[in-house]
């Protein structure tokens, strides 16, 4: 059977790839443009036929001229669908749909069809984005576009062009302001120059060919609005707002009885609280930051207006930035509803004088909050899995639901055929999600010992589980048995102290550990700073990141920084005192887990004393700690001579930070000689540490091993 003229024919042997059904599909529809275009400059050679003027012709693009400029790019991109019987539309809509089947075989979406359907384009724009791609896809359209606007310097698409060949005029111009779906999303860029309605030219966005041919299946990274806020998948209103203020804010700002609303407050939840008050309206929500230029701010609210969007307003980016002015007195020029959101209020008096105005304060969302978010992000946990997910962490919407997909994500291909329990990918989701947050003031340790590597006392070791279970218990406490209010605080804070080497480094790793999070251990050397104001705002950083990334925060040797406050004698005095004051009602304000630790208790400042839950006292080891910390030091790899004698060796009065200092060195000694770890080797390892100690190894302190002593202890070098 003879093919149809004009059919578009795959070898269905060859290999189908994106690009050749994308240019197939571009054809198809530059087909009726074609004609369009033809009819176009029919209609201008009648005109000119009027008009005739020969001695102009050598100046522009002649009737004669143009339709063989149409013939030409007819053959090259248009395929002819012939007559067959049935009308030109009728056969390019059958070729169409066979395209589609084709591409959906070949499981490779068309990419003007999935653009059209990514941004909810209709026909007429897709049309119009067509038409203006037309001069990329055959130079030759340029010379057509001129004789049909009758202006050789006009070679570029323009609303007078677009509106004779497609007709429609308004409602072409229409699709091509600034708020229209082609513009906003990036897909094509008005050029510099008149922007006069009818001589304002058009060209494609940067990419947007390169998606149309098929080059690039990445459409999101040229179909862009910046300014849109869309809800992402699995959205919901913040925990911590009240269901009946975006109830009434919503509704009111629709309405006009109210246009400026300002949400304060904790900064995890501003964006979701800008969609549910936008949602509770029944418009679009758009961003307005203060990062463009000036004249870019005011295309951003003439689109909002446009669109009849609520503007949103993040005021910490906008406080105190160059754009802060701009903003505020382009706002008092018009009464578009706008939400400002910001960690404290941003309240300019000229809007305040201009506007509607109501606020709310977000307060950090409580335990009972928590847990009714966790619950609505993972509703397949237990309640007992949910209660203690929500006392460990305090997750932003976004965060919630980051761990949610990577949970489920992991579960799913873990399953053999089946789905894997969601809380085996809890750990590893929760530590994706959180784990990685570090700055030049702290770093983010991840846990690597257990409660078996901590060699306490009795005592010591009750109190450091008691840490643990006292930070899972305490939301429920303080805030569902209203034991915050009277305390004054919102978090567990713990001193340890003790001499060096007696393991509070360790265990705070280890209640890190325990709890499932990670330590964040804090570089004072790079915190505090010389400058007046400096350290404050380096605190507030390390302390906002504890915060963020759910992380155990630990300061050592903190009597540098937390020490006490003295007289005001010199002008430092008077700005270290500060420093403290800041300190105490940072401590108080923070729900992370905060644990100090200092050689010395008594240098800690009696202000920060009593705002501790716990303080621990690391005591050195007696010879019954010792002789576990002998003999857990060495791995069970490590090739050990049978002559070492523990119990010997416990009774050296040393620390466990010396007994693994000590093991080390026997360890390279021995390796040094080419044999396993002898008690030589191991008494080797002992007397450097005393010497690094500066302490003497008497060989009374070694009994029957005194020989293996090499000589009087000498200090190292070096």
């Not at 202006?151 to 677009?162: A, C, H, I, M, Q």
């Not at 050029?191 to 999101?220: K, M």
């Not at 903190?558 to 020490?563: E, I, M």
Request: glycine residues 8%; charged residues 25%.
């Amino acid at each position: 059977m003879p093919e149809r003229p004009g059919t578009i024919h795959v070898d269905v042997s060859a290999r189908v790839d994106r690009a050749s059904l994308a240019l197939a599909h571009l054809r198809l529809r530059l087909a009726p443009l074609q004609r369009a275009l033809r009819a176009a400059a029919e209609r201008r050679t009648e005109r000119n036929a009027r008009l005739t003027r020969p001695d102009l012709t050598p100046f522009c693009v002649t009737d004669e001229q143009v339709a063989a400029l149409l013939d030409d790019v007819a053959a090259s991109l248009v395929p002819d669908p012939g007559d067959g019987g049935a009308a030109p539309t009728a056969i390019e809509g059958e070729q169409e749909r066979e395209l589609r089947r084709l591409a959906s075989a070949a499981g490779l979406p068309l990419p003007l069809d999935e653009l059209a359907a990514r941004l909810r384009l209709r026909r007429a724009e897709q049309d119009v984005l067509t038409l203006i791609a037309m001069p990329d896809l055959d130079a030759g359209y340029e010379r057509i576009f001129a004789y049909v606007v009758d202006d050789l310097n006009r070679r570029v698409p323009g609303v007078e062009l677009l509106t004779e060949t497609l007709g429609g005029g308004p409602a072409v111009s229409r699709m091509l302001t600034e708020s229209a779906p082609l513009r906003r999303y990036g897909l094509v860029r008005a050029l510099p120059g008149d922007t006069s309605r009818t001589s304002q030219e058009f060209r494609l966005g940067d990419g947007v060919l390169e998606v149309l041919l098929g080059w690039s299946g990445e459409a999101g990274l040229v179909a862009r609005d910046p300014g849109e806020v869309t809800a992402p998948p699995g959205w919901r209103p913040p925990a911590n707002l009240d269901p009946d203020v975006p109830a009434r804010i919503g509704p009111a700002l629709s309405s006009g009885r109210l246009d400026l609303f300002g949400v304060w407050g904790a900064a995890a939840a501003h964006r979701d609280a800008a969609l549910a008050v936008a949602a509770a309206a029944d418009r679009p929500l758009r961003v307005l930051s203060g990062g463009p230029a000036p004249d870019e701010l005011t295309s951003a609210v003439r689109i909002a207006a446009d669109l009849g969007a609520i503007l949103w307003i993040p005021a910490d980016e906008v406080r105190g930035g160059p754009a802060e002015r701009a903003i505020v007195e382009l706002l008092g020029r018009t009464r578009l509803p706008v939400v400002v959101t910001g960690t404290a209020p941003w309240r300019p008096v000229p809007l305040l004088a201009h506007r509607a105005y109501a606020e709310v304060t977000l307060p950090a969302p409580d335990h009972r909050q928590r847990r009714a978010a966790w619950s609505a992000a993972l509703p397949q946990l237990t309640d007992e899995v949910v209660t203690d997910l929500a006392a460990r962490f305090r997750m932003s919407g976004d965060d919630l639901r980051a761990v949610a997909a990577v949970a489920e994500t992991g579960a799913r291909f873990a399953g053999n055929g089946q789905p894997d329990r969601i809380e085996n990918h809890l750990p590893g989701a929760l530590a994706a999600v959180t784990r990685g947050h570090n700055s030049a003031y702290a770093r983010t340790v991840a846990p690597r010992h257990t409660l078996d590597d901590l060699v306490l006392p009795p005592e010591q070791h009750r109190r450091v589980l008691e840490i643990a279970a006292a930070f899972r218990a305490w939301p429920r406490v303080a805030e569902a048995w209203g034991f915050s209010r009277r305390a004054g605080d919102s978090g567990v804070k713990v001193l340890f102290t003790g001499e060096p080497g007696t393991g509070k480094t360790l265990t705070a790793e280890i209640i890190a550990g325990r709890l499932g999070l990670d330590l964040l251990k804090v570089d004072l050397s790079q915190l505090v700073s010389k400058w007046v104001g400096e350290t404050e705002k380096n605190l507030e950083l390390v302390f906002r990141q504890a915060e963020e990334s759910q992380a155990v925060m630990f300061f050592d040797e903190a009597d540098s920084l937390f020490g006490k406050r003295g007289d005001v004698r010199h002008g430092t005095d008077r700005y270290a005192n500060l420093e403290v004051g800041y300190l105490l009602q940072r401590l108080e304000s923070s729900d992370a887990l905060i644990i100090l630790a200092s050689n010395l208790r008594e240098n800690i400042d009696v202000g920060f004393t009593r705002r501790f839950h716990f303080v621990v006292n690391f005591v050195r080891p007696g010879q019954a700690e010792r002789l576990r910390l002998w003999r857990a030091v060495f791995p069970p790899e490590a090739p050990l001579e049978a002559d070492v004698d523990m119990a010997a060796l416990a009774r050296l009065d040393m620390t466990g930070a010396g007994i693994a200092s000590a093991a080390r060195s026997a360890a390279l000694i021995a390796a040094d000689a080419g044999r396993a770890i002898a008690m030589r080797d191991v008494v080797a390892g002992v007397t450097r540490q005393y010497q690094r100690e500066a302490r003497l190894l008497r060989a009374a302190d070694l009994g029957g091993y005194a020989s293996l002593l090499d000589g009087p202890a000498r200090p190292d070098k070096g």
